[in-house]
Structures are given as structure tokens and as C-alpha cells.
């Protein structure tokens, strides 16, 4: 079966601490004009606006201050990157994608894109990001599992 083609316009997922936006852009762009979306979307009011959930999005173990995405003012502030793979699962590595480089050579359709904060001195932040389940881990009692296994007797 021949490779499946890429799209000419990627949607692509740039996530940070809890935020997760959704962006489209050409897949000939170069990482640098994603940067300039990502810029975008790290400026907007939207981040500043009060959350009337906060106190039940946060985990209760953790610093609220913690989660707070930081302010940046230009493209020299963060970095992209995406996650390192092994067999097609995250190994909790990130790689940064090259400024230059054209999105279909380094992402692909639906691929999620991490920002990673520069410090004070110029380093990168490691990537800091929550990523929730995608289903609910349903807790089974282990009696009811064990009733319901091997044959049954016919009830007269």
C-alpha cells in the first residue's frame, strides 16, 4: 500500500503547562512562522483572563503558581520542540525543531508541538506539560471480575 499523503495545511497542537491551542498553518511553512503563531497565541488576552474553575483544575498536591504559563514578549523567549519516540509511544524527551526547517520535514498532520521556556540566562526550561488521559482509568473490583470469568452453572 503506497504511504498515505500529507495534507498542504497541517493542524497542529502547541501545548504548554495545562494549555493546548490548535493551530493551522501550510505545510511548506518553516518552524519560525509557527513560532510567530505560537508568539501569538503566549501574548493573548484570553491567558490573562480569570478562570472561574481554577480551584477544580488544579491538582491538590500541586502549587497553582506552578501552572501559570509565563509571559513572554518575543520569539526569543521559547523554543519548539516536539517528543522524542520510541515505537510510536513518548519517552518523555524532547527534541527542539530547527527554526528553518519546513513543517512536513520535522512534524506531521495532528502532531503535538511543545513549548519550551528559555531562562534568565539564555537556557531552555525542560518542557513542562499536562497531558491528561484520554480515558477515564475505570477502577473494576476484582470480585465481580472473578464471578463473571469461567463457566457457569445453569441456573433450573
Given at each position: 500500500?503506497?504511504?498515505?499523503?500529507?495534507?498542504?495545511?497541517?493542524?497542529?497542537?502547541?501545548?504548554?503547562?495545562?494549555?493546548?491551542?490548535?493551530?493551522?498553518?501550510?505545510?511548506?511553512?518553516?518552524?519560525?512562522?509557527?513560532?510567530?503563531?505560537?508568539?501569538?497565541?503566549?501574548?493573548?488576552?484570553?491567558?490573562?483572563?480569570?478562570?472561574?474553575?481554577?480551584?477544580?483544575?488544579?491538582?491538590?498536591?500541586?502549587?497553582?503558581?506552578?501552572?501559570?504559563?509565563?509571559?513572554?514578549?518575543?520569539?526569543?523567549?521559547?523554543?519548539?520542540?516536539?517528543?522524542?519516540?520510541?515505537?510510536?509511544?513518548?519517552?518523555?524527551?524532547?527534541?527542539?525543531?530547527?527554526?528553518?526547517a519546513q513543517l512536513k520535514n520535522v512534524v506531521?498532520?495532528?502532531?503535538?508541538?511543545?513549548?519550551?521556556?528559555?531562562?534568565?540566562?539564555?537556557?531552555?526550561?525542560?518542557?513542562?506539560?499536562?497531558?491528561?488521559?484520554?480515558?477515564?482509568?475505570?477502577?473494576?473490583?476484582?470480585?465481580?471480575?472473578?464471578?463473571?470469568?469461567?463457566?457457569?452453572?445453569?441456573?433450573?
Amino acid at each position: 500500500m503506497a504511504p498515505r499523503v500529507q495534507p498542504k495545511v497541517f493542524i497542529l497542537l502547541l501545548k504548554t503547562h495545562k494549555l493546548t491551542v490548535l493551530t493551522t498553518v501550510s505545510s511548506t511553512a518553516t518552524v519560525n512562522d509557527l513560532k510567530g503563531e505560537a508568539l501569538e497565541a503566549l501574548q493573548s488576552s484570553v491567558l490573562q483572563a480569570p478562570s472561574s474553575h481554577a480551584e477544580f483544575a488544579m491538582d491538590e498536591d500541586s502549587d497553582p503558581s506552578e501552572w501559570v504559563v509565563p509571559k513572554v514578549s518575543s520569539m526569543d523567549e521559547f523554543e519548539l520542540a516536539r517528543a522524542v519516540k520510541d515505537k510510536g509511544r513518548p519517552t518523555g524527551l524532547y527534541e527542539k525543531l530547527d527554526r528553518t526547517a519546513q513543517l512536513k520535514n520535522v512534524v506531521t498532520n495532528w502532531d503535538s508541538v511543545f513549548i519550551q521556556f528559555r531562562d534568565p540566562n539564555g537556557g531552555l526550561f525542560p518542557v513542562k506539560v499536562s497531558i491528561p488521559p484520554i480515558f477515564a482509568e475505570e477502577e473494576e473490583d476484582p470480585a465481580s471480575s472473578a464471578a463473571r470469568k469461567g463457566k457457569r452453572k445453569a441456573v433450573e
